[in-house]
């Protein structure tokens, strides 16, 4: 299994610009979650799906933030627009079932915002 | 609510010494507990978990924890620490008395390890 992936790895744009974030779950999970990192923050949850219906988005930020799953294989995070405030790691964790099993976290997305 | 804490923000040993990292928890259930660790820019791995039944938990890279219900507490241990063992290690809770569709975990701010050579 290729794990979850992420992409892009990296990004670097411009405060007021459009970002996209992508994620594909590990086959078969039916639980995905966004996280962002920071040194002052630490790990925060923004939202999470469950059969890709939005669970709980009480972590997203602001308006500025908005996410989908459209289908089982793929979800994405969207910033606009984007502000500095923004700069972290992004992960995105999928699992199966329910909270007995363990999340699986992407190589995460780190996003530069200048 | 559900909520963990890691009291050391950093932990230092000497390769093949013992090495703790320690977690507390609250919840108003039973909890489900998990360690995860993060290496320098990498995803958070998963290590173990206990879910119910041993108090005694053993995971992967020769990681185990110990459940204590009466402390609430389920702190990692390595009886012999490896330099490649450094990172930044997660404790995470989810409580089984919560909302039965919440799949939420809450984690702990994280615990730096350092194994010195």
């Known amino acids: 299994d290729a794990g979850v992936i992420q992409s892009p790895r990296h990004e670097v744009t411009e405060m007021g610009q459009e970002v996209t974030l992508r994620c594909k779950p590990i086959?078969?999970?039916?639980?995905l979650f966004w996280y962002r990192q920071t040194m002052m923050r630490g790990l925060e949850l923004l939202i999470y799906?469950?059969?890709?219906?939005?669970i709980d988005d009480s972590g997203m930020p602001e308006d500025r933030f908005s996410a989908k799953m459209p289908n089982a294989s793929f979800s994405t995070l969207k910033i606009q627009p984007s502000e500095p405030r923004d700069s972290a790691v992004y992960f995105c964790?999928?699992?199966w079932g329910q909270g007995a099993y363990e999340q699986y976290f992407g190589p995460g997305t780190r996003l530069t915002v200048t | 609510a559900q909520s963990v804490a890691q009291p050391e923000d950093q932990v230092n040993v000497a390769e093949g010494n013992p090495l703790t990292v320690k977690c507390t928890y609250s919840?108003?259930?039973?909890?489900?507990l998990f360690w995860y660790v993060q290496y320098p820019n990498r995803g958070l791995q998963f290590l173990l978990k206990?879910?119910?039944?041993?108090?005694l938990v053993k995971g992967s890279y020769g990681f185990e924890a110990e459940f204590n219900k009466s402390q609430t507490s389920f702190h990692l241990k390595k009886p012999s620490a490896l330099v490649s063992d450094s990172a930044l290690y997660f404790c995470?809770?989810?409580?089984?008395?919560?909302?039965?569709?919440?799949?939420?975990?809450?984690f702990g701010a994280g615990t730096t390890v350092t194994v010195r050579a």
């Open positions: 964790a999928s699992s």
């Open positions: 919840v108003s259930g039973n909890p489900y």
């Open positions: 206990y879910i119910t039944g041993d108090n």
């Open positions: 995470a809770v989810r409580d089984m008395g919560g909302y039965s569709n919440d799949y939420k975990l809450s």
């Open positions: 086959s078969g999970h039916n639980s």
């Open positions: 799906f469950n059969n890709n219906v939005p």
